[in-house]
């Protein structure tokens, strides 16, 4: 393993989180089986107790988990200098077989902590904790999910071998290569892939300010929403880099994270993950708007939601459009 304190506080955080996680699933499983609000057992009264603790440290540790995404990806920035190949974040995970899954989960995770926090947040509102089972058990299904991110984690770190050639950027996201995912968005055409980019965007703000305004159309605006987060990372990749780094053949999505480029890679992918977490967290909300003592709490807080998702997709619609109107590059 190298020794970095970027890859000691890696693992710390990844460690903490998922001792946490377990520790909090083990009684969430009670709480599934076991929570009943009119009862005065003893048994109850335990769980009612153990509640907020376990809220109150999962608030924390969920948090965490949000911030270690991009403290990964930092740290496989400032190590590339390390290994032979590397010029940037995405030599760095290739160094052996576990630096893309563990990162791919760690996004998978930071999807799946966000609407735990959203659930929390509403079940919280309400006098009578109406969603407790369903966190809890969100929060179990989670569990394996944030163990497998640290065992990934764990094993892309300790098998670290400073003397391992990795391959650059420009192999891995080359337009002229045949294998490998990367290379193939890489090939997508730049002008196709900016016309969906734009037009994805339009829709789903539009969608989200119908919602806003009518309350009408939530389900539609949060599949919109996790559809344009996926279409802005192929694009990222295949048209929005050219114009960052105003080379025709960049297509990196981890340079953009660097100084030279003013770390503006950093706001970009805080307001695509951001716009992702607070849409999908509407559809996730709008089933329980029914529920008596959620009646006022839901519809204000998908409301905040969508609006948060659609002024985060704005800004980094802008931040796009004012890098591509700047740039020297012309397609």
Excluded at 87 to 104: D, E, I, R, S
Excluded at 310 to 318: G, H, I, Q
Aim: with cysteine; proline share 3%.
């Amino acid at each position: 393993m190298i020794l970095h304190p970027t890859v000691i506080a890696n693992l710390l955080a990844s460690l903490t989180v998922s001792g946490m996680i377990l520790y909090s699933a083990y009684y969430g499983l009670q709480i599934v089986r076991h929570w009943d609000l009119s009862s005065g057992s003893e048994l109850q009264l335990t769980l009612e107790r153990r509640t907020y603790l376990i809220s109150t440290i999962l608030s924390y540790v969920f948090g965490l988990e949000l911030l270690s995404l991009f403290l990964y990806v930092f740290t496989a920035d400032s190590l590339c200098p390390l290994f032979v190949g590397a010029m940037c974040a995405a030599g760095t995970l290739n160094v052996n077989g576990f630096g893309y899954p563990a990162l791919l989960l760690k996004m998978f995770d930071f999807f799946l902590a966000g609407l735990w926090l959203i659930l929390n947040h509403a079940d919280n509102q309400a006098w009578d904790y109406p969603l407790i089972r369903k966190k809890y058990l969100l929060l179990v299904v989670i569990a394996p999910f944030i163990v497998g991110e640290m065992v990934l984690q764990c094993a892309y770190f300790l098998k670290m071998k400073a003397n391992v050639i990795t391959s650059c950027c420009g192999s891995l996201f080359s337009s002229e290569r045949v294998e490998g995912l990367g290379s193939e968005i890489a090939a997508l055409s730049p002008q196709t892939m900016l016309w969906m980019f734009y037009v994805s965007v339009a829709v789903t703000i539009v969608a989200g300010i119908h919602f806003y305004l009518r309350q009408r159309g939530g389900y539609l605006f949060s599949a919109l929403a996790i559809i344009t987060f996926f279409v802005s990372i192929v694009a990222i990749i295949s048209v929005i880099s050219l114009y960052i780094y105003e080379l025709p053949t960049h297509h990196c999505p981890f340079c953009v994270l660097q100084k030279e480029y003013h770390y503006v890679g950093y706001l970009l992918y805080l307001a695509l993950f951001g716009a992702l977490v607070s849409g999908g967290g509407v559809s996730a909300l709008i089933p329980f708007r029914t529920i008596e003592s959620l009646r006022t709490v839901i519809p204000a807080l998908v409301r905040k939601l969508a609006l948060a998702s659609v002024v985060l997709y704005s800004l980094f619609t802008a931040t796009v459009t004012y890098r591509i109107a700047v740039s020297h590059l012309i397609m």
